[in-house]
């Protein structure tokens, strides 16, 4: 269960208010105002507060542009023009703040994105809840043989039940020694704070997440990109969509640019203009790098 009854209740005493503001609202946004999205088996993502809109990153480009932009006709224009050309200020004068329930290795890799500002639960106060992220039998994967840092085929039949019966063992008997080891029935009982060492990085945690929108791209980019690791772009795709209502010019600039569209080095531009000329180029002389060609010929061969 995502939510658990205490922290529905309070989405609900959330959402029965409402107070009157001067700011800029979005009606896209204020639909999805606590409402929790659910992703994996116990996570979700909720959005608690937000600032800014379309009409913030045109204004503050004005200001910072002056006369240089009365160029350019519609607000959807300008902020095209902002994200081509790789201005990021504008951007950054929007701000959200999310909720987000994730497991420990996911928070591991979202924690990378050292831009926001970021409150977790904590282990050392409150008693972690028994709840794990046991993937899907279609999302258990062998390693790669060409990406060290990727999945390859999937596993089936008796090693595939085989490893997800270890996940499920291992996390259930680690989390019963976690109890075990905090219980103060009959013994002092073990520093909650010590106790947490032995949880597995599939459990669950939670914190608040606030980053302004050239940041949230930039993590959007990497974690809602096709190679990113499945578990954590499940979150990035929720909240591509939560984006997309909030900011819906800038979320259309962000997906053309940057989600569909694809950096050249010099070399791979090279390349490209002798293909349109007619000349057969391959890894060979192509001045790449077998890793680098591979990736060109990615970009290429992407279904449209």
Not at 148 to 154: D, I, T, V
């Amino acid at each position: 269960m995502p939510l658990s009854p205490d922290q529905q209740a309070e989405i609900d005493a959330l959402r029965s208010e409402s107070q009157p503001t001067l700011r800029a609202t979005v009606p896209g946004m204020e639909a999805h105002l606590y409402k929790a999205h659910e992703v994996l088996d116990h996570g979700f993502i909720r959005v608690i507060d937000y600032m800014g809109d379309d009409a913030a990153i045109c204004q503050a480009a004005r200001v910072s542009y002056g006369k240089g932009t009365k160029s350019v006709q519609n607000d959807e224009g300008l902020i095209r023009y902002l994200m081509r050309h790789w201005h990021s200020t504008p951007f950054e004068m929007c701000e959200i703040k999310l909720h987000v329930k994730l497991p420990v290795f996911v928070a591991r890799q979202w924690i990378r994105h050292r831009t926001a500002n970021v409150n977790e639960y904590s282990a050392r106060y409150s008693i972690l809840d028994r709840e794990f992220y046991i993937p899907a039998p279609e999302h258990i994967n062998a390693q790669s043989t060409v990406n060290n840092q990727g999945r390859g085929g999937l596993l089936e039949g008796e090693e595939a039940a085989r490893v997800l019966e270890i996940l499920k063992a291992d996390s259930s008997r680690a989390y019963d020694h976690y109890q075990e080891m905090i219980s103060d029935e009959g013994q002092d009982g073990l520093a909650r704070e010590l106790a947490r060492m032995n949880l597995p990085a599939n459990i669950y945690t939670q914190w608040y997440w606030k980053v302004d929108l050239h940041n949230l791209f930039h993590f959007l980019r990497l974690r809602a990109d096709a190679h990113a690791q499945y578990e954590i772009r499940v979150y990035a795709d929720a909240i591509c969509k939560v984006v997309a209502d909030w900011v819906p010019a800038a979320y259309g600039a962000f997906e053309d640019y940057r989600l569909g569209g694809a950096t050249l080095s010099g070399k791979a531009l090279d390349c490209l203009r002798r293909m349109l000329k007619g000349e057969t180029v391959t890894q060979e002389n192509s001045g790449m790098s077998k890793g680098e060609w591979r990736e060109f010929e990615g970009v290429l061969n992407a279904p449209a």
